[in-house]
């Protein structure tokens, strides 16, 4: 897995995954950008401005839930709770019945 050049101070310290198996990472310290690459580490968003820019380097932690919005803890807004409405792959748990399903991925 590659990720985006932020300098010194790392990028991937907080990690998702969607259902379709793609890898969400957001990078607290330099960018304050939200990520994805695909199950092998293969950048999807681009690397220079990412899918979601937060407002600050606040963020103390994500989510994506099962209809594929993204929850974003803001410490720096206030106590601010974000939610991206639709941007990852819904998320079927346990993900052995998901398999069993063949409902991987796939919207409530």
Do not use: C
């Not at 820019?53 to 919005?69: E, L, M």
């Amino acid at each position: 897995m590659s990720f985006p050049d932020e300098g010194s101070q790392g990028t991937g310290n907080l990690i998702a995954v969607d259902g379709a198996g793609h890898i969400w990472f957001y990078n607290a310290y330099s960018s304050g950008f939200l990520y994805e690459s695909d199950n092998l580490g293969n950048l999807i968003s681009p690397a220079s401005t990412g899918m979601i820019k937060d407002n600050g380097y606040g963020v103390s932690g994500f989510a994506i839930d099962a209809s594929g919005s993204i929850w974003i803890a803001d410490d720096a807004s206030y106590d601010t709770l974000y939610q991206v409405i639709g941007v990852a792959a819904p998320v079927t748990t346990p993900k052995a019945l998901a398999l069993k399903n063949n409902a991987l991925g796939v919207r409530p």
